[in-house]
């Protein structure tokens, strides 16, 4: 499913990194999968992307899709517009969320709905894939909503 | 940690002196200038010959290059030029530890350890990047607006907060008391400028739970202190104040990408602290003024915490305006107004803050303080901590 943007637009584009290390997660947002790096070595998942698992240092590791489910680890409600893009925006929610099928590693994104909803730790969450398919780069975010 | 591996008094400070410093683009003079003025102002403050100056250690990726400062002021040589890696203020006593290891290892004579930084002529901290397209690990928090060190830090301290049942009260506390010593201290920006606890409840939000009042500001300025060899430093017109212990470093995968580090909760100074009194074979108790960096208040409390002052859980009861005040609190804070309200020198203005202390020249002096303690930059990675001490202290 997709959704209007949950910030107004201006802010910066995300773009794979020039060294390839991000890339498969990048090309899977845009297929709606969310594909993390996961060991060959130990079977672990890990992020963010680092060319060397922490727990074996084995280099062979793999993009591999997860489910896109997990709860709230800790949250932000920003006030102070940073940037001119939002000026206008009024609050907006920060989620960090951990994903229970991936050895809990942490991703972060926009927890769409009313900014001002309670924020609960916890709280479990689902993704919601934001496409930006006109733009340039093209590309897809990742946000979550409440289960 | 063996005792004949360790800084204990080997080194000491023996000036200090920082430029005025200013709201963020209101110096009249560009930023090396600054910290020429500021090496200047602490050889004068230490009595010594500029030109007698042999080392220069910074953090933060300083801009003022160590040889060029060098060759600036007619140094005779340049024995000693250590940068700490690290953003943020988390080098601030890591970048004192550098000194005073350089000259405890007999690698410099003279070593002065320095910041400069004017917001107004090089961008704001403030301020989100304003480019159009990332990549890299900013690629993934930028689009989401997470963007600013407030951002970066809110996370981290909304769950601290969570896991232990802290109270805004905490913060605001700590805010207070930055805010009441700098009113006492001429060279703070706030200075006139008081803050009582109905103007923080109703100043507007940065990121929850950060108030207008729990952030730093941003300033123009730099700051510098001068240090020599602990048998040195008895020739000098102040008082020797030590270097009892100077450490840096962060706990397991602190630098993890994007908010994946497994102690996320914390200020980092786990592993840090534990070194630091290890080495200046002090505890907490010990210490008589505790400055402690604030890019938030949030960073205040856990640094707090970590080193062992209260317990998290005891935190709401600890931080009070009254425990945390000049005048008889059980741990003074932050007694020239700190990042908060003297200026954000990137927390060198606290290291030089703590010498005050010892020498006894501090404008919210702690009665016959011996032991003075700083925390560098919370929340980053390496953090840094520090305790200075009287000659009684050795």
Redesign the interface.
Known sequence: MSMTPY?RPG????????DGL?APF?EGLQQEKLLLQRCNGCNRW?????WVC?RCHSFDLRYEETTAEGII????????P??PA?AE?G??V?V?VELAHADD??????LIGDPHQPLI?GAAVHAVFEHHRDED?A?T?LQWAMS | MSTHRTLRGKAAVVGVAETEYYKWGRSPDQEFKLAIEAVLGACASAGINPTDVDGFSSYSNDRSDASRLSAALGCKQLSFAAMQWGGGGGGGSGALANAAAAIATGQAECVVVFRALAQGQFGRFGQGPRSRIVSGTAAHTLPYGLMSAAHMFAMKVNRFMHDHGVAQEALRAISLASYAHAQHNPRAVMHGRPLDEATYDASRWIVEPFHLFDCCQENDGAAAMVLVSAERAKDFDHDPCYVLAAVSGSQHRAGAPVHNTPEYASSGFTTVAPRLYDMAQLGPGDVDVLQSYENFTGGVLMSIVEHGFCTAEEANEFCTIENLSASGGKLPLNTSGGNLAECYMHGLGLNIEAVRQIWGDSTCQVPDAQVAMVCSGPMVTPVSSSIFGSEATL
Do not use: F, T
């Open positions: 910030l802010l910066a584009k995300p773009a794979p990194s020039r991000d990048w890990q992020w963010g992307p680092e922490h680890y800790s949250h932000e409600r920003i006030w102070h940073v940037h939002l925006q609050p907006y920060v960090l590693v942490r991703i972060v994104g926009n730790i780069p590309h975010l």
